[in-house]
């Protein structure tokens, strides 16, 4: 393995290391949530607990980027797999004149 697999390996055990630190650190800690609207108001039953309230938010947060992203992706390939397909028939699709 190189030697950068071993530095990113070596952050991710870090990584983890650190979320466990945080969640044990704060496992017993809980907060009650509620939201007031002013028309309407609401209220979970039970506290919930703050390291499962910043995953939530994590997720919450990162699923749509990783959407975003992943049809992103998808846009590029296939540009990419047009101009390799016309590279490779000598053909010029762009409109512009440029050569």
Known sequence: MSRTTWVQI???VLLGLLAYAFYAQNSLRVTQLSMDLGVAAWRLQQPMPVPLLMLLCFVAGSLPVSLWAWWR???VRA???KLRQDVAMGSDSRKDGWR
């Open 10 to 12: 070596v952050g991710l």
């Open 73 to 75: 992706l998808a846009v």
């Open 79 to 81: 540009e990419l797999r």
